[in-house]
């Protein structure tokens, strides 16, 4: 397929102050409650409330006193690769109105040749976004690790490389399971070596390092730290050997993790993941996120 043409390049200070010009930033934001702490802003992900219109999406977020949103923009999302240099306008308009931003957007890009690659970060940098997280690599079982990863820097610092021309940081998960190249974090550490964290960081998250690490999760959040981006907030149990999703508190995940994410310094978002009930209703998912979103914050305020 022949990729479409882009806009011209634009040196990094002048782009970004580009985006003050943009109409989606022009509406009037509303006050809304107060990030958890003067540091750490926190958003919702949305996967499976995003059958809500942009509106919707907004006031019931708002409404909740989240900071703003894991949006979803990728194949499956509420918006679709092939229309997000349209639909990102509207989006971030409806919920400017209601005071939320999109603190994070979780997209299907990791490789700066991909067919909508440049277009949709170039975009959202337009429109004052942040961060996106990035498409997971995947490791091949019958190949060597090491060879595999050795492929992979040059990917990762060409994308590094757009998104600092771009004014935009990647953030990349990292995710339990065997096939999954950042489960261990110390993958990250090597193929990120040298990128300046404000192009690529990681998002860490607590409940898949738990379930890779146990014990010794900590000992991921310190090789974490130096290239933290986001923090990524959910929980698990252990059942029939398999990792499974619960309400923040009623499983694996420490809550004195949040006293090492206080004592790093770090002052970049926390995004909370409601996933433990899959396919249920857009009510019963917003219910959930209302439950953990108290109780992150009162380990927030223990942590204090």
Not at 70 to 77: C, K, P
Not at 93 to 107: C, P, Q, R, V, Y
Not at 116 to 123: C, D, E, M, Q
Not at 214 to 224: E, T
Request: positive net charge.
């Amino acid at each position: 397929m022949q990729q479409a043409a882009f806009w011209p390049e634009i040196p990094r200070r002048r782009f970004l102050a580009s985006a003050l010009g943009t109409a989606a930033l022009t509406l009037s934001p509303k006050l809304h409650a107060a990030p958890a702490s003067a540091n750490n802003k926190i958003c919702a992900f949305v996967k499976f409330v995003q059958s809500l219109s942009y509106d919707e999406l907004g006031e019931k977020i708002a409404a909740m006193g989240f900071d703003g949103i894991e949006a979803t923009v990728r194949d499956g999302g509420q918006i679709e690769p092939a229309r997000a240099v349209d639909e990102l306008p509207k989006l971030v308009g409806a919920l400017k109105k209601h005071g939320i931003e999109i603190t994070i957007m979780a997209s299907s890009i990791n490789r700066a040749d991909q067919p909508y690659t440049r277009k949709i970060l170039r975009a959202a940098a337009l429109l004052g976004i942040k961060r996106y997280r990035l498409a997971y690599y995947r490791y091949h079982q019958n190949k060597s690790v090491t060879k595999q990863l050795a492929e992979l820097k040059p990917i990762v610092k060409d994308l590094a490389a757009l998104n600092h021309d771009l004014g935009i940081t990647g953030v990349y998960q990292n995710h339990a399971g065997p096939h999954s190249v950042g489960s261990t974090i110390w993958d990250l550490h090597e193929l990120f070596e040298g990128i300046p964290t404000e192009d690529m960081a990681i998002a860490f998250d607590i409940r898949h390092a738990t379930a890779e690490a146990g014990l010794s999760w900590p000992l991921l959040f310190n090789v974490a730290s130096p290239q933290l981006g986001a923090v990524y907030v959910k929980d698990f149990v252990w059942r029939d050997r398999r990792p499974e999703n619960v309400p923040l508190g009623k499983g694996r995940v420490d809550k004195d993790f949040f006293k090492l994410v206080k004592a790093s310094g770090f002052t970049g978002p926390m995004s909370l993941h409601v996933e433990y009930l899959g396919q249920g209703t857009v009510a019963e998912n917003l219910a959930a996120m209302q439950t953990d979103l108290a109780t992150l914050r009162s380990w927030l305020a223990e942590a204090s």
